[in-house]
T-cell receptor, first 113, second 110 residues
Framework: KAGVTQTPRYLIKTRGQQVTLSCSPI?????VSWYQQTPGQGLQFLFEYFSETQRNKGNFPGRFSGRQFSNSRSEMNVSTLELGDSALYLC????????????FGPGTRLTVT | AQSVTQPDIHITVSEGASLELRCNYS??????LFWYVQSPGQGLQLLLK??????LVQGIKGFEAEFKRSQSSFNLRKPSVHWSDAAEYFC????????FGPGTRLSVLP
């Protein structure tokens, strides 16, 4: 089976712009989670989608949003980018939610200038 | 609520030496436990998992972990570390939610 794919792998944006990141989960996986990783804050949970519904949300401002499509693919959007949004954004998929192991994509490196 | 602590932020070992990374969890029911490894700039890779049964689980790359319910621990071990093991290691607990620990950075001296 193909692994989790994320596009794009690298992105450079300017403050105030918005960005959309895409994640394709492993075939058959219905849960997709998003994480932000920075050197100072470590791995921080953004949100989880399961069967097109947001199941769980981390402590991030409303500028961060996401959605999941019927084929389980997911997108996350960040509006009005700030310098502090520069990070590695990781997507993970799992068969079901909660108990099952998560499989990670390679991440999207976002740089905000 | 579930939580995971990894007491060591950074550990340095010599190549060939043994390794133990600590993980403590908090969860009211039987936990589902995981260890992941992350090389710089990469995604996380699953090393091993514990769901039930034998408390000593084997993983990839020669790693193993032992579940100790009485200590709420799930420590990761490797008998002989290789330079390529230098990376960030994350412990996680599954349940109602999937929760990661803060990670332990491993450096390996030649």
């Amino acid at each position: 089976k193909a692994g989790v794919t994320q596009t794009p792998r690298y992105l450079i944006k300017t403050r105030g712009q918005q960005v959309t990141l895409s994640c394709s989960p492993i075939s058959g996986h219905r849960s997709v989670s998003w994480y932000q990783q920075t050197p100072g804050q470590g791995l921080q949970f953004l949100f989880e989608y399961f069967s097109e519904t947001q199941r769980n949300k981390g402590n991030f401002p409303g500028r961060f949003s996401g959605r999941q499509f019927s084929n389980s693919r997911s997108e996350m959007n960040v509006s009005t980018l700030e310098l502090g949004d520069s990070a590695l954004y990781l997507c993970a998929s799992s068969l079901e939610t909660g108990f099952y192991e998560q499989y990670f994509g390679p991440g999207t490196r976002l740089t905000v200038t | 609520a579930q939580s995971v602590t990894q007491p060591d932020i950074h550990i340095t070992v010599s190549e060939g030496a043994s390794l133990e990374l600590r993980c403590n969890y908090s969860y009211g029911a039987t936990p589902y436990l995981f260890w992941y490894v992350q090389s710089p700039g990469q995604g996380l890779q699953l090393l091993l998992k514990y769901f039930s049964g034998d408390t000593l689980v084997q993983g990839i790359k020669g790693f193993e972990a032992e579940f100790k319910r009485s200590q709420s621990s799930f420590n990761l071990r490797k008998p002989s570390v290789h330079w390529s093991d230098a990376a960030e290691y994350f412990c996680a607990v599954g349940g109602q939610n999937f929760v990661f620990g803060p990670g332990t950075r491993l450096s390996v001296l030649p």
